[in-house]
């Protein structure tokens, strides 16, 4: 979704500038900032480009909260505002991917058990992560490929085999090499052979998941979180996703990794689900990627989410 807030401040009669100050930047339009005290100056930035808000000084604001200080309404006022100056993707008329080069889905040859005696090295592998193999096997149905394991020409030997599925259905898959130090840590289903593009949807099991959900980046963050999370296959996540998510839940706690991307991409989901109505929280888990937690502190970090919040 994208606010035209630009249009907003005209008609509002909000001033604001893109140059000609100190504290302007380019792709910027600055104001006072409403929500700190201190030096006068232009300290409030739209990001124009990507809809958001930050202040030098006091750091990133939710949309809804920076117009409703602007226009001195309230947080729902705010949120009516600003969804008339929604430019919105209708998910209706999404183009579909070409299917002209399309292929029966398939998997990758010689797939084997994810137990000590077919794949001892990576259950090896699953054990020095902290994770538990059996209950991986039982909850994600994961599997490993064997080391003469191939795709279409491509070597897919010695991974973790992640399926995904959609509607009880395998639609896709990753699959996540044991060799710390293979260049290409995962590979994928071609995409001409997926049954439906993972952007599509989001990672987890449905049956699991209730008027709360838990957002991460991937697949390995559920594996660890559990599957009351759900995964969005990267921080770039798709307008049918974004879709999907308002459409599940009431509220979402977005658990991106605290790199500069995952920041970044985490902020802007917050702030779009907002504007749809969705309660959502950005929470941080001390600079690290939730599949590097412990699992003892990864389970309390799930039911401290969940109980505090029913």
Known sequence: MKINFIQLLHDYNIPYQTSGH??????????????????PGLHLGL?????YWYCWRCGYKKADAVI?????????????????????????????EE????????????????????SPYHIKYLLKRNFDPSKLVKEWNLQATGPASMLNG???SNRIFIPIYWNGEMVSYQARSINPKNEV??????KNMELINPKDILYGNPEYWSDIGICVEGVTDVLRLGPCAFATFGVNYS??????????????FVLYDDDKAGLEAGDKLVNELNMYGVEAERIHIGGGDPADLSQEDADKLVKNLLENNA
């Open 239 to 252: 307008i049918k996703q974004l879709k999907l998510m308002t459409m599940l839940f009431k509220k979402i």
């Open 22 to 39: 100190k504290h302007c930047r380019k792709g910027w339009a600055n104001m006072p900032c409403p929500f700190c005290t201190g030096n």
């Open 185 to 190: 840590r995962y590979l994928f289903c071609p």
């Open 68 to 96: 409703a200080k602007l226009l001195n309404v309230s947080i729902n006022q705010a949120r009516d505002i600003i969804r008339k100056y929604a430019t919105i993707v209708t998910f209706d008329k999404i183009v579909e």
């Open 154 to 156: 491509l070597k897919f």
């Open 47 to 51: 990001n124009i480009k990507y809809s």
């Open 99 to 118: 299917t002209e080069n399309k292929e029966p889905f398939k998997l990758p040859t010689n797939l084997l058990p994810l137990d000590q005696e077919h």
